[in-house]
């Protein structure tokens, strides 16, 4: 009842039906969720791609232009690969600041790995400990970090890959041959065999009525 005694008078019309807030727009389904959409791995190739020659890194050494660039990060994917790194895989970079840990920063996306930058100011103990917690399948140590690197696997047990010993990016360029055709049978791979036309006359022998 209302402050005159009376009853209040019910809204005239229809009483509109409760329901959810209507949003515009589909609702995203499953596909638009698991749907793979090249991410980090790949921003070096369309980089290539479009202007093959702009700069981008410069170092003491040098300048990179983003077809260099691409060049290591096809190699060191390829050498991720080759030492069994994979989707779900994780890695560490035991390095100061150096164009190789790009390489394996942007090829760990390639390959669906996690790359784990590690502290060189760290002690060992403390590394051992990272290493161990991460999970580790592979680490990484540069020139300078060599001495701790050692200290670290012989804790931990993990593998080691020296670098420039066992990674140099000059000679990896050399080889891109290789591992470019790699990185291509990787991609055939994922996509599946080759969809087949749909039957029917080929189009250039379709005519349309005059």
Not at 52 to 57: G, K, S, V, Y
Not at 80 to 97: E, H, S, T, Y
Not at 146 to 157: I, Y
Request: hydrophobic residues 40%.
């Amino acid at each position: 009842m209302n402050a005159f005694g009376s009853d209040p008078v019910p809204p005239s019309g229809p009483t509109p039906a409760a329901g959810p807030a209507s949003v515009s727009g589909p609702a995203p389904g499953p596909s638009a969720r698991t749907r793979h959409i090249p991410g980090i791995g790949y921003w070096t190739a369309k980089a290539a791609f479009l202007h093959p020659h702009r700069t981008a890194l410069v170092t003491n050494e040098g300048r990179l232009s983003y077809q260099e660039l691409e060049e290591g990060v096809a190699a060191a994917a390829a050498l991720l690969r080759a030492r069994g790194v994979g989707p779900g895989d994780r890695f560490g970079i035991l390095m100061w600041n150096d164009p190789r840990f790009l390489d394996l920063l942007f090829a760990a996306g390639r390959v669906g790995a996690v790359a784990v930058p590690l502290n060189w100011r760290l002690a060992a103990p403390e590394l051992v400990f990272q290493v161990e917690d991460a999970g580790l399948v592979l680490l990484f140590v540069g020139p300078e970090q060599a001495e701790l690197g050692d200290e670290v696997v012989r804790a931990t047990g993990c593998r080691a890959i020296r670098v420039p010993e066992g990674y140099d990016r000059a000679a990896a360029a050399l080889g891109l041959g290789e591992a470019q055709s790699a990185e291509r049978a990787h991609r055939r791979s994922e996509a599946g065999p080759p969809r087949r036309p749909p039957a029917g006359p080929p189009p250039s022998h379709v005519r349309t009525p005059r």
